[in-house]
């Protein structure tokens, strides 16, 4: 053990340990979320569409996924989750145990090194991805007591993976970052003329660099960006409406029902608390 510090958290109910990743990888993922449940209480709890996406390395029993569209749930247990445009829900029989990775659209481009529209709306085994190795690492941090030595091996295979995944196209990288940064608020004509791409180009660039449409994307972004105002700065749904770039109420009010499928009320009202993902850990 190296000495990583880890710091570890009580969430009511399940307990969190938390580390940051080698000082590389930390432009595709700002921590590592080692999660338990110290006794196993049945649960289900709605997804929603967020910036990243997700990498679950499971130590424990298998959760059972809805994603987006029509796919029908199936059942998995290491797994990740692409971009998704929509709300899903997973259910598990509790006593979950495992890593969770929040990565950046172009981060998991890289590290898992499939385009990301291949998993956009579903969720894919590590070992269909990734290979036997997916399955080794799986093995060997379950046999891994410590969470620092645990953060150790996963730095290990992600660098290695670093080494031999497809970089995005500078321009692609650029208007994730435009997007980003603006949660959402630049226009495609906007990005495609500032990247010099045409239009259509940069939208089936990023699309399977990125995992969504550029339009779509920065839809999310709106999403979220009103997600966090609402949940954790307490604003009004006029004024989150506001600055995030809604037009006004009501048209808040009809993102969040396509999104994450109830209104803003019903959300605020306890689906959030129980969102494991949290936007402190989401990737730049």
Known sequence: MDGRP???????GWLEASGRP????????????GYWEPEAVPSRMRTLPTRSAVVIVNLGPPMRLEVPGPGAAAELRSFAAGMHDGHG?????????????????????????????RITNAAVELPDLLGPAASALVERLA??????????LLDAFLLRRLEIGPEPDPEVARAWR????????????????????????????????????PKVMARVLRFQRAVELLSRHGLGLADAAALSGYYDQAHLNREFRAL????????????LEQQRVTTA????
């Open 6 to 12: 880890v710091e570890i958290r009580d969430r009511g």
């Open 22 to 33: 080698h000082s590389a990888l930390r432009p595709f993922l700002r921590a590592y979320q």
């Open 89 to 117: 829900a997973y259910s598990t029989p509790g006593g979950q145990h495992g890593v969770q990775l929040d990565l950046s659209p172009l981060g998991a481009y890289t590290l898992l090194g499939v385009p990301m529209a």
């Open 143 to 152: 046999a891994t007591p410590s969470w620092a030595d645990r953060f150790d």
């Open 178 to 213: 435009l997007l980003r940064g603006s949660d959402g608020a630049v226009g495609v004509l906007r990005l495609a003329e500032d990247v010099a791409y045409g239009r259509r180009h940069l939208t089936q660039r990023f699309t399977e660099q990125a995992g969504l449409p």
């Open 260 to 271: 994450s499928g109830c209104t803003p009320s019903e959300l605020l009202g306890g689906q």
């Open 281 to 284: 850990a989401e990737p730049a």
